[in-house]
Every structure is written in C-alpha cells, then in structure tokens.
C-alpha cells in the first residue's frame, strides 16, 4: 500500500497506459465486452444486493457494470472501500453525476474494517469485487488466507467477483515490469523517495537498479532494486542501514495463477467457482466465486 501515494498513483496512472503493460487492458476489454454475462451472473435470481469493491480506485472498469445494472434496474447499492480518501470522496461526488440514480456510500478505510461497517449498514446480499489481480501481491499463502478472510466476513450464496492475471509467456510477463519507458523503474524508486520525503532519509535512488523477475515455474513475478554500491543510508531515528554492493531490496509480488490454481484456491477457501471471462487473448480472467 505504501507505493500508491500521490506520486505513486501518478506512475501506476501511466504505467497502465504504457505499452507493455497488459493487466488493465484485459480487464477493461473483459468487463466493456461481458458486461451483460457478468451482471446477469451477479444478478443471480434478482434479490437486492450489495455491491461492495475492495480497492476501487477510480472504478473506471466498475462503471461498466454499474451503468448496466441501473439499465437493467436491478436494485442494488455500491459500496466502494479504498484506503485514499481523495479516491473515496472523488467517488462520492462524481459517480452520481455520471451514472443518475447510482445509491452510493463511499467507505474510507482498510478492507475488512470496512466490509464490517458495510455488514452493520445492511443485511442484503453481498457481491464483492476485487479487481486488477491485486490478489498477485500476496504470496500465494497469503492470498489463500486473505480468500478465506473475505469468506469468513460473507453468508452462504454471497459472491466474489475477483480479477487474476494468469500465468502466459515469460517474455510478455517480465516485458509488462521491464517497460521500456522505465515507468515501473521510477514506480520502485519512488518508495525510495518517498521514505527521503516522510521519513527523513538519505537513500541516493541513483545507486540502486531495478531488477525485475518472472519465474514461470512458480508464476512468481518479484521486483526487486540492487545496491550499485557499498552505501550507508540513514532513515530518521534509525541506526545506519549498510548496504553493500549488489545487495537486494525486495520490492513487490505480482503472482501469476493458471486457472486450475485459481478454482482450487476458491475451494480452499469455501468458495465454488461458477464462472471466468476471459478476455481475448486468455491473458487474464475475472472469476466469480459463491460463498458456501
Ligand atoms: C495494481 C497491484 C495489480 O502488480 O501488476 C504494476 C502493480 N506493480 N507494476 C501489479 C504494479 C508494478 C500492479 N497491481
């Protein structure tokens, strides 16, 4: 969460508007060209629901939806959850704008603080949305304990409507964090900076290199940053951190699944998964899961 401060966001805003970088393409392609499937999927047989997203950022992919079930005059609420209170009340003052009629209750906060709140406001039907493969930046154990997390905060018949990039060639991988740009570079550095700017450190991000990685074994995409020196760095109220040359910060997890790791780890996590959408090139899917 650390990386998406005002700069952060910047850079993740160009990040997906580079070339190497799939994920948001896919998932904006999937949800403008399934909309109507994946609402009727929500929409099941047609009790009021909950519409709650885990991270929602500027909902541009939600829009699609939720423009499609006003349409369809399905009666539900939106509840978009994001740690960044500019997100929440950017959302709280546009959307209705945008979308009329839209009922909309922005929560400013952590996930499962919030999808409590959101239980005690109401009693409906619950459909979550996790969009963008955020899941990847687990390790794959965490993110079979945060599954079950968002499980054990559900009822039976409840969904999860959540985004996973899969697991593809290598090459297309490792491209999408090795932009030739260097947005992803500056993405890593800025973490670096931003400890200089609100910790009061010293870290010279000119002597570290981005180093970015894609096992396909494991589907493990790690970006790390490389000392290019033997240095000292000094973080406010902090004893002297060394590093010597060629020494590693690891920065960030971007997981990928196959679609056969995806199911079970909604089993796992008493889930049954009932349905993906797959965009055109199966490079990513948005599963939808049922609480059991
Ligand atoms: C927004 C978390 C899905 O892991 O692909 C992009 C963040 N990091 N490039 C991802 C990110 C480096 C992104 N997520």
Same mark, same amino acid.
Not at 26 to 51: Q, R, V, Y
Not at 126 to 143: C, E, H, Q, T, Y
Not at 255 to 271: E, G, L, N, W
């Given at each position: 969460?650390?990386?998406?401060?005002?700069?952060?966001?910047?850079?993740?805003?160009?990040?997906?508007?580079?070339?190497?970088?799939?994920?948001?393409?896919?998932?904006?392609?999937?949800?403008?060209?399934?909309?109507?499937?994946?609402?009727?999927?929500?929409?099941?047989?047609?009790?009021?629901?909950?519409?709650?997203?885990?991270?929602?950022?500027?909902?541009?992919?939600?829009?699609?939806?939720?423009?499609?079930?006003?349409?369809?005059?399905?009666?539900?609420?939106?509840?978009?959850?994001?740690?960044?209170?500019?997100?929440?009340?950017?959302?709280?003052?546009?959307?209705?704008?945008?979308?009329?009629?839209?009922?909309?209750?922005?929560?400013?906060?952590?996930?499962?603080?919030?999808?409590?709140?959101?239980?005690?406001?109401?009693?409906?039907?619950?459909?979550?949305?996790?969009?963008?493969?955020?899941?990847?930046?687990?390790?794959?154990?965490?993110?079979?304990?945060?599954?079950?997390?968002?499980?054990?905060?559900?009822?039976?018949?409840?969904?999860?409507?959540?985004?996973?990039?899969?697991?593809?060639?290598?090459?297309?991988?490792?491209?999408?964090?090795?932009?030739?740009?260097?947005?992803?570079?500056?993405?890593?550095?800025?973490?670096? /900076?931003? $400890?200089?700017? *609100?910790?009061?450190?010293? &870290?010279? +991000?000119? =002597?570290?290199?981005?180093?970015?990685?894609?096992?396909?074994?494991?589907?493990?995409?790690?970006?790390?940053?490389?000392?290019?020196?033997?240095?000292?760095?000094?973080?406010?109220?902090?004893?002297?951190?060394?590093?010597?040359?060629? /020494?590693? $910060?690891?920065? *960030?997890?971007?997981?990928? &699944?196959? +679609?056969? =790791?995806?199911?079970?780890?909604?089993?796992?996590?008493?889930?049954?998964?009932?349905?993906?959408?797959?965009?055109?090139?199966?490079?990513?899917?948005?599963?939808?899961?049922?609480?059991?």
């Amino acid at each position: 969460m650390y990386f998406y401060d005002a700069n952060g966001d910047k850079l993740f805003q160009d990040l997906m508007n580079c070339e190497e970088y799939y994920p948001t393409n896919c998932e904006l392609e999937i949800f403008s060209e399934k909309t109507a499937d994946i609402c009727n999927a929500i929409i099941g047989s047609g009790d009021p629901f909950d519409l709650i997203e885990l991270g929602a950022g500027d909902a541009t992919k939600s829009t699609y939806l939720l423009k499609y079930l006003l349409e369809q005059k399905a009666d539900f609420n939106y509840l978009p959850i994001d740690i960044s209170s500019n997100v929440i009340s950017y959302l709280n003052i546009t959307l209705p704008v945008t979308l009329p009629g839209l009922n909309i209750t922005g929560l400013n906060g952590e996930y499962f603080d919030m999808l409590k709140k959101a239980s005690s406001i109401s009693g409906r039907r619950k459909v979550i949305m996790f969009l963008g493969s955020n899941i990847g930046n687990m390790p794959v154990d965490a993110a079979e304990q945060f599954c079950m997390d968002v499980r054990n905060h559900l009822s039976p018949g409840d969904m999860l409507l959540i985004g996973v990039d899969l697991k593809k060639n290598p090459k297309t991988v490792l491209a999408a964090y090795n932009d030739k740009e260097g947005i992803t570079k500056r993405f890593n550095l800025n973490l670096l /900076e931003r $400890i200089n700017r *609100e910790l009061n450190a010293n &870290f010279d +991000v000119n =002597q570290f290199e981005h180093y970015p990685t894609y096992d396909p074994e494991t589907g493990a995409c790690k970006s790390y940053l490389i000392s290019k020196a033997d240095q000292d760095v000094r973080i406010n109220g902090m004893e002297t951190i060394h590093f010597v040359k060629d /020494e590693y $910060i690891f920065m *960030e997890i971007s997981q990928k &699944f196959t +679609v056969q =790791q995806i199911d079970q780890m909604a089993i796992k996590a008493s889930f049954k998964p009932i349905a993906h959408f797959f965009d055109s090139k199966h490079w990513f899917t948005d599963a939808i899961w049922v609480a059991q």
